[in-house]
Nanobody
């Protein structure tokens, strides 16, 4: 399984961005796909995941939306009302057997994309 993330960039606070994670090697419907992020000097943190239903970190709930396009084998992260604290490198991750209680844990995922950088200026 290979993941290719893209869509990052430099935006202003309040703007929107849409990240994409193209998956090859297995259909997305058979995977749990998640987005994590790592800000400079901070640990990696969970952002959102999609199994049967979406799950979000409290810090992004109501602003970010994770979705899946099975036809394109791609998972998206629509980010609205961006804040400077959303600045980070965003990674998509995939796992075949991630259970619901483990969806927010990075080590539960077998496959990782290369990351795409998001910078939000104030």
């Amino acid at each position: 399984v290979q993941l290719q993330a893209c869509g990052g960039g430099l935006v202003r606070a309040g703007d929107s961005l849409k990240l994409s994670c193209a998956v090859s090697g297995r259909t997305v419907s058979r995977l749990v796909i998640a987005w994590f992020r790592q800000a400079p000097g901070k640990e990696r943190e969970f952002v959102a995941a999609f199994k049967s239903n979406p799950s979000y970190a409290d810090s992004v709930k109501g602003r970010f939306t994770i979705s899946r396009d099975s036809a394109k084998n791609t998972v998206y992260l629509q980010m609205n009302s961006l804040k400077p604290e959303d600045t980070a490198v965003y990674y998509c991750a995939a796992g075949a057997g991630v259970i619901l209680s483990n969806m927010r844990n990075g080590p539960a995922y077998n496959y990782w994309g290369q990351g795409t950088e998001v910078t939000v200026s104030s």
